[in-house]
């Protein structure tokens, strides 16, 4: 009896590594190992709220000597996963945001400032001054913001990283919506779709540049 299709594959492998020698085969291994870790960070990724509250500060201060004490539980949530993949930014970052008040994720997006990721923020004009937001903690430390200014509330709900990684779905940046609110987040790297929301956030931006504010209308 012939043996399963998979003994064959493994079987190749095992014979591969040995022609390699010791050091081709440590590479090769690496290269294997990375390909995967590749791959499994391109798939789709859906998140659900409400998440409830676990400790985040393993990935704000990675660095951190001393064990955190908090008392929160220590485990991931889809809080904890939509922080890491931001993290993952190494270049730029655009958020297009109606509301953004929870702490964690500003943390979030500070840390990747001072990694010096570009990060451009477009807010809605009405709620980046409600009590909480941390939209002008954000512009205070350098961060380059644009708002509307216009009746209508700039309502989208998403985020780029790196100008490949879509993240995008009902959930407000707000602790309620997170803990609280039925939310969904839905994270993907397609090119087609990607490419569309690069294209909305660049036409905003341009559109929200303070250089068209009108701020005396009716006058001449």
Request: hydrophobic share 45%; net charge positive; charged share 20%.
């Amino acid at each position: 009896m012939w043996p399963p299709a998979a003994s064959w594959k493994a079987l190749g492998v095992v014979s591969l590594l040995l022609a390699l020698g010791l050091e081709g085969a440590t590479w090769f291994l690496l290269y294997f190992l990375r390909e995967r870790r590749r791959r499994r960070s391109s798939l789709p990724e859906v998140l659900f709220f409400p998440a409830p509250p676990t400790c985040t500060e393993g990935l704000l201060r990675p660095s951190r000597p001393v064990p955190c004490v908090c008392g929160l539980p220590h485990t991931e949530s889809s809080l904890s996963r939509l922080m890491l993949r931001l993290l993952s930014a190494r270049r730029t970052l655009e958020l297009c945001l109606f509301s953004f008040s929870n702490p964690q994720l500003a943390r979030t997006v500070l840390l990747l400032h001072k990694r010096r990721v570009q990060v451009r923020l477009i807010a809605d004009s009405d709620y980046m001054a409600v009590r909480g937001s941390q939209v002008g903690v954000l512009r205070k430390a350098g961060i380059e913001v644009r708002h509307d200014q216009h009746a209508g509330y700039m309502h989208h709900k998403f985020a780029v990283v790196d100008k490949t990684v879509l993240i995008t779905g009902s959930l407000n940046w707000t602790t309620q919506a997170i803990q609280t609110n039925r939310e969904n987040i839905l994270i993907l790297e397609d090119a087609v779709v990607v490419k569309a929301f690069l294209e909305e956030f660049e036409r905003i931006w341009q559109e929200y540049d303070p250089a068209c504010y009108v701020f005396f209308p009716g006058r001449k």
